[in-house]
């Protein structure tokens, strides 16, 4: 049985830094990207970060660029995501997320892209 499991999330004033982590179980994790999606109250569930299997290249949306950065260490089946310089609006439930393949396709952000997920865990940033 497949189990995925977020970690990390909290409160941090705006400025400040998290790290996400998540880890997978029951799957080849090595032999899956992964990624991280989020969604806030009231929208739709969006693609945040995407990582190829050997962890090689990475993929972000604008809206995070240049402040997270989404890493992977296969030994321990491990994902994880840095946030740093946390806005309010990055205020959500962030969930973790297997890839259908090694890559993140060119639509990475789609969820059908993903086929097995986590609960979430929550950060919210404070202004």
């Given amino acids: 049985q497949v189990q995925v499991v977020e970690s990390g999330g909290g409160l941090v004033q705006a400025g400040g830094s998290l790290r996400l982590s998540c880890t997978a179980s029951g799957l080849t994790f090595d032999s ?3 990624g991280w999606f989020r ?3 009231g929208k739709e ?3 945040v970060s995407c990582i190829t299997w050997t962890g090689g290249t990475t993929y972000y949306a604008d809206s995070v660029k240049a402040r997270f950065k989404i ?3 296969n030994a ?3 994902l994880y995501l ?3 310089s946390l806005k309010p609006e ?3 439930m962030y969930f973790c997320a297997a890839a259908q393949s090694r890559y993140c396709t060119g639509s990475w ?3 059908a892209n993903f086929g097995y997920w986590g609960q979430g865990t929550q950060v919210t940033v404070s202004s």
């Fill in 32 to 34: 899956y990207a992964m």
């Fill in 39 to 41: 969604q806030a109250p």
């Fill in 45 to 47: 569930r969006e693609g």
């Fill in 71 to 73: 890493s992977r260490d």
């Fill in 76 to 78: 321990k089946n491990t």
């Fill in 82 to 84: 840095q946030m740093n």
């Fill in 90 to 92: 990055d205020t959500a």
């Fill in 109 to 111: 952000s789609q969820e």
